[in-house]
């Protein structure tokens, strides 16, 4: 019988935390695509649930968890990734960045996030755009010819 007031009171301190970021309320061309605010706010939520740890609320890579890892979580701030198909500095295409979430990276202890749907797996894509001024300015290169 006592429980329900706190739980109503943890409720409120989850619900809190998950919208302590700042909401979305344009949509920004990111990459050189244009992505809803509402898609933005998506994101944002899911990467809070599942990326934030690692990866820090601000994408910085320094999240809690990321002291436990030998290899550091990438700094989405920069917008330098390791797993992609385009060349140098390229910008990765989203299709790089869907592959490193659906399959992980086990050795760097990036875990296969398979159970996203795809709806909430692009909307952490465009999310993670937001870190970086890069994707704002420029679009990612078609994919490197292969071999």
């Known amino acids: 019988m006592m429980a329900a007031p706190y739980l109503a009171i943890a409720l409120l301190v989850v619900g809190g935390c998950a919208d302590a970021q700042p909401q979305f309320t344009e949509t920004m061309v990111l ?9 933005l706010n998506q994101g944002q939520r899911k990467f809070a649930l ?10 910085s890579g320094q999240g809690a968890a990321a002291r436990s890892l030998q290899t550091k979580p990438r700094d989405f701030r920069q917008a330098d990734f390791k797993y992609k198909s385009t060349e140098g500095d390229a910008l990765p295409t989203d299709e790089d960045l869907a592959q490193t979430i659906l399959m992980g990276r ?4 990036m ?10 797996r692009d909307a952490v894509i465009h999310y993670i755009k937001t870190f970086s ?3 704002q300015q420029a679009k990612p290169e078609a ?5």
């Open 31 to 39: 990459g050189g695509k244009e992505v809803s605010a509402e898609v």
């Open 143 to 147: 994919e490197a010819p292969q071999p």
């Open 133 to 135: 001024p890069r994707w």
């Open 106 to 109: 086990i050795e760097t202890g």
């Open 50 to 59: 599942y990326c934030a740890s690692c990866h820090g609320a601000d994408g």
């Open 111 to 120: 875990p296969a996030w398979n159970g996203l749907t795809a709806e909430d």
